[in-house]
């Protein structure tokens, strides 16, 4: 994926190229896939320039950036694409600012960024060319994209010009020069060791063509090469010099590989060779060389790495050192690394402090057991969003009554650039669909001819032998001649059919851009011609609504301050709750479960406190000794009266 930045002061000119026409009638389709405004792109445009405004002082505060793929990812759906925008403006630190994402063709989308976010704050820009194509490379590995490093990384320069490589793939052949580096390179690698001469018979027999530039004086100076049937001109045999197929390919380099490398005769006098590896002789062959290289185990980097530190630290430490403070000599200092390093310990300065973490009683949210915690995150987050939607639509409102107010674009100007748009968009269809009956054309009249040349070859084979030599032809070659014809046949007939169905789906494309317009190319150009005086009737239905647009633009301004108050409120009572949520979740659940079990042993202290501030009642009599604190010893029974029926009953107590 390539990113392309440019910068600007305005975001609508950047947003009219993207759903305009293009420079060559290149947009097809143009839409937005991802936007952080609803509404219409000149909508969205209107309210990003509106928003810079406050900001005159930054020249360049409009941010733009395309994406490109190449033609082996495909064609991506919009989905996959609003992803890969919305990553990629988070990767460039613009979270918090307004941006738009648009695509108009197959294989990128426009990206436009206000770079001062709504706090007003300008997010800075420096080195955002090298941060674009690392944060560029990630979204190639999460999303599985041909990475662009390995696209762009030349094999030798002056391998391959434009003309040469646009060639090659309308005849759907290799080019040229990237055949000839291939096959040199093979009889190199075969030939290596062995001498020119053998390098030149692999070259004779993978088919290239060779010359040996030699001076007057005999001293060879490299090769030339070509192949059979590669000319300019005139016939002219085309032959390129070996350091513009490739940079390992000139003599300096090539000559050392070919040179005959024969191995030294043995001598009696050489002493006893020593146990052990030994090194390969520079005279060696690249066979015995390699397998020396098999029969030598590999060395551990990090053992050697290892070995090193402790060889270090052991000549640091012969040294008696001078009394100092703690890490206060550097030597010292990476003694110690060196040291702890080579007994795999972390050494001193490398140890961070964790910071401490306040305790669950400090903490505004550390009441909250997880349930509660969660539950209360949840209704903040959904309050927030909501009340951000409802912020989207207010300054929405303000902006369109602000365009209203001023006379910029009204319901009647906006009316008719929309209508203007759909016949933009539904005369480009039109041109497709035309350009596509002619495609479809052409291939109909292909493959009428190859079924007669088709029917004619399998006329000649059902004829004698005799009379078919008589006109110079086999029944095998008019068979094969018939064969081949129909399978040219039937791709020119598929060719036709995917004509037609495009230029049907451009067709129905139109109509639906434009409903009720037969011709949309001709009503664009009737409509172009009487632009002044259709321009000036709907500025006069504007100019009918800007008296109640006042009255509108207040009420919207109020309502969109308002809630600015109560989203910067949610804001500030999710922010705690969200910290709370992330400590928690950082944290292992064994610390969890330990201020878990603090927060219930709290809450019992704090009840235990309550109750004992309470009045004490005596305890009745017999209540048995054990009975359980909370619960009530049960009445004891009254005792019943003894007196007859009919004495004194009900008139108190007056004995």
């Known amino acids: 994926m390539i990113a392309n930045i440019t910068k600007g002061r305005k975001a609508y000119g950047g947003l009219a190229y993207d759903f305009g026409p293009g420079r060559h009638d290149e947009h097809l389709d143009p839409r937005i896939v991802a936007s952080t405004i609803p509404g219409t792109w000149q909508q969205v445009a209107r309210t990003i320039d509106h928003h810079l405004g406050y900001r005159p002082e930054i020249r360049k505060a409009v941010w733009r950036c395309s994406l490109s793929l190449p033609d082996e990812d495909g064609v991506l759906p919009d989905a996959q694409w609003a992803e890969i925008a919305k990553q990629f403006v988070t990767g460039m630190g613009f979270g918090n600012c307004d941006w738009v994402a648009v695509r108009h063709g197959q294989d990128h989308v426009h990206v436009t960024v206000a770079r001062v976010d709504w706090d007003g704050v300008l997010v800075t820009d420096r080195w955002d060319r090298p941060k674009a194509r690392r944060v560029a490379d990630q979204i190639e590995r999460a999303h599985g994209l041909v990475p662009a490093r390995s696209r762009f990384r030349k094999a030798g320069p002056g391998v391959q010009s434009g003309s040469e490589l646009a060639a090659a793939r309308r005849r759907g052949v290799e080019p040229e020069r990237e055949k000839v580096r291939r096959l040199v390179r093979e009889a190199r690698q075969a030939a290596a060791g062995r001498g020119e001469e053998v390098f030149e018979q692999h070259?004779?027999?993978?088919?290239?063509?060779?010359?040996?530039?030699?001076?007057?004086?005999?001293?060879?100076?490299?090769?030339?090469?070509?192949?059979?049937?590669?000319?300019?001109?005139?016939?002219?045999?085309?032959?390129?010099?070996?350091?513009?197929?490739?940079?390992?390919?000139?003599?300096s380099k090539l000559?050392?590989?070919?040179?005959?490398?024969?191995?030294p005769a043995p001598d009696s006098t050489a002493p006893a060779p020593a146990t052990g590896p030994v090194p390969p002789a520079p005279g060696a062959t690249?066979?015995?060389?390699?397998?020396?290289?098999?029969?030598?185990?590999?060395?551990?980097?990090?053992?050697?790495?290892?070995?090193?530190?402790?060889?270090?630290?052991?000549?640091?430490?012969?040294?008696?050192?001078?009394?100092?403070?703690?890490?206060?000599?550097?030597a010292r200092r990476l003694l110690e690394q060196y040291t702890a390093r080579a007994q795999q310990q972390p050494a001193q300065d490398e140890r961070q402090a964790v910071p401490a973490v306040p305790a669950w009683a400090e903490r505004p949210a550390g009441h909250l057991n997880d349930q509660q915690l969660a539950t209360r995150v949840t209704a903040a987050r959904g309050r927030a969003q909501q009340l951000l939607?409802?912020?989207?639509?207010?300054?929405?409102?303000?902006?369109?009554?602000?365009?209203?107010?001023?006379?910029?674009?009204g319901e009647g100007t906006a009316a008719l650039e929309r209508q203007l748009q759909a016949l933009r968009e539904a005369a480009g269809l039109h041109r497709q669909a035309a350009e596509f009956r002619q495609l479809a054309a052409e291939q109909q009249t292909l493959a009428q001819g190859l079924r007669r040349a088709e029917s004619e070859a399998a006329k000649k084979a059902r004829r004698s032998k005799l009379v078919l030599a008589v006109v110079g032809t086999t029944k095998e070659a008019e068979a094969a001649l018939a064969e081949e014809a129909g399978?040219?046949?039937?791709?020119?007939?598929?060719?036709?059919?995917?004509?037609?169905?495009?230029?049907?789906?451009?067709?129905?494309?139109?109509?639906?851009?434009?409903?009720?317009?037969?011709d949309p190319g001709a009503e664009l150009i009737r409509m172009t011609s009487n632009l002044p005086a259709l321009t000036a009737q709907a500025r006069a239905k504007d100019a009918q609504q800007r008296g109640a647009a006042v009255a509108w633009l207040d009420n919207a301004r109020l309502a969109a301050r308002a809630t600015e108050q109560q989203l910067d409120q949610a804001v500030a009572a999710l922010r705690p709750l969200a910290a709370e949520d992330r400590l928690r979740a950082?944290?292992?659940?064994?610390?969890?479960?330990?201020?878990?079990?603090?927060?219930?042993?709290?809450?019992?202290?704090?009840?235990?406190?309550?109750?004992?501030?309470?009045v004490s009642r005596p305890t009745a009599p017999g209540t048995a000794k054990g009975t359980k604190p909370g619960k009530r010893a049960a009445p004891r029974e009254a005792p019943r009266r003894t007196d007859p029926p009919g004495q004194d009953r009900g008139r108190g107590r007056g004995r």
């Open 203 to 251: 070259l004779a027999g993978l088919g290239v063509l060779f010359k040996a530039n030699r001076a007057t004086t005999g001293r060879m100076n490299g090769y030339s090469f070509s192949l059979p049937g590669w000319q300019a001109r005139g016939g002219v045999p085309v032959f390129v010099k070996a350091s513009e197929v490739a940079p390992d390919l000139a003599w």
């Open 255 to 263: 000559s050392p590989v070919l040179a005959r490398q024969d191995p």
């Open 286 to 330: 690249r066979q015995g060389q390699a397998q020396q290289a098999a029969d030598v185990p590999a060395p551990d980097p990090a053992a050697q790495l290892l070995a090193h530190y402790r060889d270090a630290a052991a000549a640091i430490a012969a040294v008696e050192p001078v009394p100092q403070p703690a890490n206060a000599d550097p």
């Open 389 to 409: 939607a409802e912020l989207a639509a207010r300054r929405e409102d303000v902006v369109r009554w602000e365009r209203a107010v001023s006379g910029e674009g």
């Open 487 to 518: 399978r040219r046949a039937k791709v020119a007939e598929a060719a036709r059919d995917a004509a037609q169905q495009q230029a049907a789906e451009a067709l129905h494309g139109a109509l639906a851009a434009a409903p009720g317009v037969a």
């Open 586 to 614: 950082a944290r292992t659940p064994e610390q969890n479960r330990a201020e878990d079990a603090e927060r219930i042993q709290a809450r019992r202290a704090e009840a235990a406190r309550r109750g004992s501030t309470t």
